[in-house]
């Protein structure tokens, strides 16, 4: 079992900067993946970024050059650097761990809200 907790949502203006934090509730070195995906009003949720325990890092094209997923394993948090923010990247925003034993299994934070102004 993995417990994840997010921060780091909120109201900012077109073109500013947040920054989403990821909590897990155990050591992210036995955790194979961690990502972030979004969800806006009316559409199915999306892969923003994720990262492997070898940091290898993927992005969604629409985030590309603007977002950065980084993670702390002493700490057991993964981030989501968000910047030069726009309009359509208001959604909430989910953290995910993906544990891979004998399956896969797929943990999920409750969300966080990110609304951006224009």
């Not at 990821?22 to 009003?41: D, E, L, V």
């Not at 992005?59 to 726009?86: C, E, H, P, W």
Request: proline share 2%; glycine share 10%.
């Amino acid at each position: 079992q993995v417990q994840l907790v997010e921060s780091g949502g909120g109201l900012v203006q077109a073109g500013g900067s947040l920054r989403l934090s990821c909590a897990a509730s155990r050591s992210i070195f036995t955790i194979n993946a961690m990502g972030w995906y979004r969800q806006a009003p009316g559409k199915q949720r999306e892969l923003v970024a994720d990262i492997t325990s070898g940091r290898n890092t993927n992005y969604a094209d629409s985030v590309k050059g603007r977002f950065t997923i980084s993670r702390d394993n002493a700490k057991n948090t993964v981030y989501l650097q968000m910047n030069s923010l726009k309009p359509e990247d208001t959604a909430v925003y989910y953290c995910n761990a993906k544990v891979v034993g004998v399956s896969l299994h797929d943990y999920w934070g409750q969300g966080t809200q990110v609304t951006v102004s224009s």
